[in-house]
């Protein structure tokens, strides 16, 4: 049985607030929202309760979890020192979606949440419901998305019961996550800095900071050491995915080429594409811009798992600035496949 406890963006919810983080103390998991995604929460020094975040969400125990603090204080419990670099991005970035992977202080943290790594990532959310649960729990809360391992990150309350219904106590529904993708992972445990993710705060952003990031020019970008979750599959809808610049002249005989093999195409674009063929739209909204189709992507490749299609035709954008984080999701969902 899972208990949805709803939260108003500026209310008064310290009784809801307080619950959850009852239920965290007694080594229980809560899923919450972010500014970016959804998040399964749970105390970061106790490996038993971390171990139930591996479990609902059938992750491989080899993919380390984020922390998430309400507090730039709370660092000092668990990591051995901050380098100067990362604390230019926390001063310039945080709260918001930044993770930085620090060094961690050895034994301060459950080993699983790190899978054994000497560093881990943090991050401070700047969704009000976020900052004001994790400052009021004030402890080390290690969150991944809190979807099905492989499935779209939960942008809303909807997906996480859709994936992890009867498989948690608790989840705090404060409506949609704003920016839609996960944050953005800088390793500063390297010099310089190395891009993991990308992510909404920009290479452009970070370089204007910290002044160089690996993985940010082409020639260094197979050098980049990569986050361990990126090697697995992710964000998979059921049918198969396939990207198409949408404005390429030839894109209608392409995807009429699809139907006459008899597949049904659900076309995931912005609003101004429905005059392209296919069996089910599923709009990424009205508008063009990035932020806004980023910010409505998971939630559509959901939608196409209720539809009765055989090959999602997904909208391509250009990979520069946070295009570049959108396409970075989109390629995976893909599997790297191109119409
Ligand atoms: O926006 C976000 O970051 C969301 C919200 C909930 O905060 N969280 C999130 O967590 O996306 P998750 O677990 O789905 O993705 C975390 C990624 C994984 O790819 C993991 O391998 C990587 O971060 N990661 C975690 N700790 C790491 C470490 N010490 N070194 C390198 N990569 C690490
Ligand atoms: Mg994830």
Redesign the pocket.
Known sequence: MTNCVHVDRDGDNMKSYQQIVDNWLQGEVAAFP???????GADARNAQAIAKIYEAKG?PSD????V?IGQIEQLQGFIDHVPEKAMLAIEAFWPG?L?A?LP?KSGALAENV??G?S???V?M?SHPVARELLTLANMPIA?????RSGKP?PTAASHVLEDLEGRIPYIVDGGPAT?G???T?V?FTVEPPAL??P?SITEEMLISVIGDLQGAGRLREQDA??????K?THYAPEAPVLLAFLDDEDVTDRIEQLRSQGKRVALVATDSYRGLPHDAFVSLGESNEIEAVSSRLFAALRECNQLPIDVIVAAAYPAEGIGKALMNRLEKAAGGNWL
């Open positions: 972010t500014e970016t995604v959804y998040g399964l992750r993919n380390p979890l984020i998430h979606p993770t992977i961690l790190s899978a790594l560093t881990v990532g991050r959310p969150a991944p998305s809190a979807n990150s920016a993708l996960e944050s992972i390793d993991l993710r992510g050491p990569k986050a361990p979750g990126m697995y």
